[in-house]
């Protein structure tokens, strides 16, 4: 059973374009979350999705910054016209279902550094 | 406004010998409380977790610790072993966990031979 996919591993961007980062969860997993890690300090929780639906997005920067979990297919994090501060290591965790006490599984992680 | 806080960002810990990581939060509502290890360049790895009726659980050399009342918890290693070197992360949640979790900054725990 493959536990939580993350690609790209790492990435890399000039100031403007567009990063996706996308989120496969754990098998029988409907649950995804996308967290930020910034240097030096703890995960910050940004968005909680459901297949097409987004449950809570109050973690998400109000600007540049989407998310969406498809029907079919990975869960993506968009992030248009990145800035510097958006570098950062991005994860993904999954749990299998939004009830009891259910803990999250974590990806390794993508690693976007804007140049 | 931080509402999970491990004051500790290290702590150095025998091996052989017990080691105890804290965690305080500030938030009451919280109700599910999970310990993560994160080795470097890697997502974090889920070690064990209590509920907010509970004031303890076991998982084979983890323990953690629960006081309600001063928002308090703690994570109890015991016998520390080299792999365990690591930053460890608290965090919590409202939801019973199905809602986004709140995290610490982590403690980094060095086990010396």
């Known amino acids: 059973n493959a536990g939580v996919m993350q690609n790209p591993r790492h990435l890399v961007r000039r100031r403007g374009q567009e990063a996706r980062l996308r989120c496969s969860p754990m098998k029988g997993h409907s649950h995804v979350y996308w967290y930020r890690q910034l240097p030096e300090e703890g995960l910050k929780f940004m968005v909680y999705l459901q297949k097409e639906n987004i449950i809570d997005e109050s973690g998400m920067p109000k600007e540049r910054f989407s998310a969406e979990f498809p029907k079919e297919g990975p869960s993506i994090l968009r992030i248009q016209q990145v800035v510097r501060g958006d570098s950062a290591a991005y994860f993904c965790?999954?749990?299998?279902?939004?009830?009891?006490?259910?803990?999250?599984?974590f990806g390794p992680g993508t690693r976007l550094t804007v140049l | 406004d931080q509402q999970v806080k491990q004051n500790s960002p290290s702590l150095s810990v025998q091996e052989g010998r017990i080691s105890i990581l804290n965690c305080d939060y500030t938030?009451?509502?919280?109700?599910?409380f999970l310990w993560y290890k994160k080795y470097p360049a890697e997502g974090p790895t889920f070690l064990i977790s209590i509920s907010s009726i509970k004031d303890k659980n076991e998982d084979g050399r983890f323990t953690v610790f629960l006081n309600k009342s001063a928002k308090h918890l703690s994570l109890h290693i015991v016998p520390s072993q080299p792999g365990d070197s690591a930053v460890y992360f608290c965090?919590?949640?409202?939801?019973?966990?199905?809602?986004?979790?709140?995290f610490g900054k982590g403690t980094h725990l060095i086990i010396q031979p």
């Open positions: 938030n009451s509502m919280f109700d599910y």
């Open positions: 965090a919590a949640s409202e939801g019973g966990g199905a809602d986004g979790l709140t």
């Open positions: 965790a999954s749990s299998p279902q939004g009830q009891g006490d259910n803990e999250q599984f």
